[in-house]
């Protein structure tokens, strides 16, 4: 499964936020590990290596959850878009991956 815990995210911008680095740091770094799990996801859900719908839906929705915070909108409503037609169509297995 692609996203296999959703209390992943939270702990990670608590870490960030642990780091007590400058703002502006602060925010590229988290603009950086949403924009990389989206990069990795898409990947993911290219080669097929996605499991069932539901888990490809969910992780869009976690790593759109990503995006959002980082104020990157425009990316995030593309993969709110995506996780809905994964949770439509189902298990993607053997299809031409058509959300990509």
């Known amino acids: 499964a692609i996203c296999s815990s959703s209390s992943v995210v939270p ?3 608590q870490r960030c936020a642990a780091l007590r680095l400058d703002h502006g ?12 799990a989206e ?3 898409r990947q993911r859900l290219a080669q097929g290596d996605s499991g069932d719908g539901a888990a490809s839906a969910a992780a869009c929705d976690t790593v759109g959850w990503l995006l959002r915070e980082v104020s990157l909108h425009h990316r995030a409503a593309a993969l ?5 037609q994964l949770a439509l169509c189902g298990d ?4 031409g991956s058509p959300v990509l």
């Open 11 to 13: 702990q990670v911008w």
């Open 39 to 41: 990069t990795w996801l």
């Open 25 to 36: 740091i602060l925010a590229s770094f988290r603009a950086w590990i949403a924009t990389s």
């Open 80 to 84: 709110l878009q995506d996780a809905l």
């Open 92 to 95: 993607m297995e053997g299809s």
